[in-house]
Structures are given as structure tokens and as C-alpha cells.
């Protein structure tokens, strides 16, 4: 069976996972590939804005995306935008 290396986990996020674990009565790694398969095989039943994606942990990996609500649009008429 393959294996999966996760290196450079930030700290906080390996004690969140091994609580989670010790909630659910698994290892640390068990727990990890529940997440990775139920994340993964989620079928999203609602489309996403661009605002809900934004706003999400989602957005966390991408550094780059900046959000500018400093311009003199007025953000009450704006179009939904469809992920």
C-alpha cells in the first residue's frame, strides 16, 4: 500500500490532530487518513463564491490572493461568482 510523508507540519496543527485522535479512539496516523478521505471524498452539494472561498481555510494556501476592500467600489452590487 502507498505511504504518505508529510514534512514541515506546523506544530500546533500535529497537537490539534493527535487531540483529535485521543477524542476519537484512534492513533494519530489513523486519524490522519480519516481526514485525508473524508475531505477528499466530500462531493460538495453547494457551489462556492469567489467570497465564500476567500473567507474559507481554503484560501490559507494561497499566500499570494490578497482581498482589497479599500476601493471605491460600491461591494453591495457585486456579481456572485461561481468556484
Known sequence: MPQLLVRNVNESLVRKLKR???LHGVSAEEEHRRILKETLSAQRTKK???MDFLLSDDAAVH????????RSRDIETHREIVL
Open 20 to 22: 483529535r485522535a485521543l
Open 63 to 70: 499566500p499570494e490572493v490578497e482581498l482589497d476592500l479599500s
Open 48 to 50: 462556492r463564491t469567489l
